[in-house]
């Protein structure tokens, strides 16, 4: 009878262990979707960022709409809600694939204003991008601000 | 007999202790060594710049015109401890505000302190070792027109053996010297770049891989090396690894931006924020050096 208690705890135990495991891979699913969501907006910032810096370093022929539409979609993604993009357990100490520090979890304050940084410099870009000149001079402002992140939250790599 | 090897061990030890004292010395420049050397404000703050000072001595939120005053706080985890930047600002108390021009030159060049103690090497004099007096002495001007802060500097986090610093004069012969890395005939804008990234800018003391004695491995030289705070690498930017052009490598140093439009992000944020402030043909020789090091892969 003993023995037969012993295996039923050794079951249990067992059924436990299965579910923890099932939930964690459930979790970390969810976790390597919003880093997917994380690296596409960062994507889309870096790609109309990039228009824009052509323009700013003579590489390509200043457009006035071209750059509007890309400052405004600056604007636009810096103004979005990302509160499901950071799902406790998906920062770099808890998964492969991502150079979120922990950090980030830990210091609202600090990145609240720090995203309120990044508003302000891309509203600042998209009132000044109808001038080349406008544009050269706004886009410092918005590297610093992207900058201001990547300094504090983003694991250093290779 | 056992009285005899008493003694023969005593003579000996007493032997050792000199010659490890003789040895790790505190080597200092002579007292005339900046004679006929006049500051130049301007020129002081373009070493400022291109040293990264702030980088380091800056408080650790600073930002903006804050980090102009150097009250020191920053902490620098190694796998030798933790060391916190010191207060380098203004104040004659707290600071190194009643420093002589001399004293920050031996600082710089010798990593000794006023009182003739051994710096870690944390501070980078392995790399200002190559720094112009003349630079030192525009510098000193310079950071006098700062900001004071009483802040007291705070104790570093260094264990036993690593805490005995007459040891690092022994480190420091090891390892400190004033020879460049990258040698051979440099175009003027080459050699210009050289001096910026080799001796002020001090690329090579994050970017470099270091000895189990904490020695830079200069056949790696700036080949990448793991982040001192163990998260992460500090990159390759030799032409083995950074494809970069000329161009590219200037733009990140002002604007802190990729050619990708991705941006700085670590302490290289902190060091952009001064390379930002060099002049344009000093960022584009620091470009033309790196292209010019020793492809690593």
Redesign the interface.
Known sequence: MAYNHNVLLGLVAAAFTATAALAGSHTSGQAEKAVKARKAHMGLNAFNLGILGAMAKGEVEFNADVAQGAANDLAALAMMSQASYWPEGSSSDDMEGTRALPVAWTDMAGIIEKAQALGAATTAMAAAAGTLEGVQAAIGPVGAACGACHKVYRKPDS | MVKALFRWAAALALVGTAVFWWVTRPVMLDAGALAGLTPDLAAGEQVFYAGGCAACHAAPDA?GDARLTLSGGQAFPSPFGTFRAPNISSDPDHGIGGWSALDLANAMKNGVSPEGQHYFPAFPYTSYAKAQLSDIVSLHAFLATLPASTEPSKPHEVGFPFNIRRSLGGWKRLFLGDAWVVAGDLTAQETRGRYLAEALGHCGECHTPRNVLGGLQFSQWLG?AP?P?G??????ITPG?LLWSEADIA?YLK???TP???????????V?ENTAHLTPEDRAAIAAYVKRVMPVQ
């Not at chain 2, 998260?231 to 390759?236: D, F, H, L, S, T």
Request: charged fraction near 25%; aromatic fraction near 8%; glycine fraction near 18%.
């Open positions: 930002s990448g982040d705070s998260k992460g690498r500090v990159p390759n690894k733009e604007s802190g931006f990708e439009f991705d941006t700085a992000g670590g302490h290289m944020v902190a952009v």
